[in-house]
């Protein structure tokens, strides 16, 4: 059976299992996959504080629904955050998925 590998990270929060990562619905996505053994392992990432604070001033603007949304979409964090992400990923995370069962899940 494949199984999966969870990431959460960003404004998502950094904690796969807690249940106030995003909005609770990551602890119950992520326990469920587990109880079904479709769950290889979960992590989160993030940038450290003192990077994504450079990216929060950057993208400074008003109302806070734009700054947030501004500081989220920026190409420069997705592009470090995606980096982080694939710097926790592990060899065996890649193994996963057995080469030889191709369903989607």
Not at 70 to 98: P, Q
Request: hydrophobic content about 35%; aromatic content about 18%; overall charge positive.
């Amino acid at each position: 059976m494949p199984k999966i590998v969870g990431v959460i990270g960003g404004p998502l929060g950094r904690y796969p299992f807690h249940y106030r990562s995003w909005s609770g619905l990551s602890a119950f996505f992520f326990n469920e996959c587990q109880r079904q053994g479709y769950l290889f392992r979960a992590f989160g990432a993030d940038l450290p504080d003192s990077i994504r604070r450079i990216y929060i001033a950057k993208n400074f603007s008003w109302p806070l629904t734009v700054w947030r949304r501004k500081f989220y979409m920026d190409v420069g964090y997705r592009k470090r955050l995606s980096t982080r992400i694939g710097r926790h990923l592990l060899s065996d995370d890649y193994e996963s998925y057995s080469a030889s069962d191709r369903r989607i899940l």
